[in-house]
């Protein structure tokens, strides 16, 4: 995604998310690109961060298998599979992320 950003110089990764934290807070860094939830969790966490959300024309172009996440399942139980599929279904995309709202206030760092 970071070769996205126009005349960006991305930097070696990092081992973890504190240590893009920090690299972000002290200004060695301008940006650093995570998934949703990580970065409401850090914005939670930090109230001097920000997430910017890129939606539509404007975001990052990436494929499915770049952001997707999978449920493991296992083949022998495919009643389980189905209620799990049923379930995420009828979840809307704001219901989702109100969720993600509510874990991420419970969560070690908000304590």
Same mark, same amino acid.
């Given at each position: 995604?970071?070769?996205? &950003?126009?005349?960006?110089? *991305? ?7 504190? %240590? #893009? ?17 990580? @970065?409401?969790?850090?914005?939670? @966490? ?5 997430? #910017? =959300?890129? %939606? ?9 298998? =770049? ?12 009643? #389980?599979?189905? @209620?799990?599929?049923?379930? #995420? %279904?009828?979840? %809307?995309? @704001?219901?989702? =992320?109100? *969720?993600?709202? =509510?874990? &991420? ?7």
């Amino acid at each position: 995604m970071l070769k996205q &950003i126009p005349e960006a110089k *991305i930097q070696p990764a990092m081992k973890n998310v504190p %240590s #893009l934290i920090v690299a972000l807070s002290s200004g060695k860094t301008d940006v650093f690109v995570t998934d949703k939830p990580t @970065a409401m969790g850090a914005v939670y @966490a930090n109230k001097k961060l920000v997430m #910017l =959300d890129f %939606s539509g024309e404007n975001g990052f172009q990436a494929s499915d298998e =770049d952001v997707n996440l999978g449920i493991a399942v296992s083949k022998s139980n495919p009643e #389980l599979k189905a @209620a799990i599929n049923k379930a #995420l %279904s009828g979840i %809307s995309e @704001a219901d989702r =992320d109100k *969720i993600m709202q =509510d874990a &991420i206030a419970k969560q070690p760092l908000a304590q």
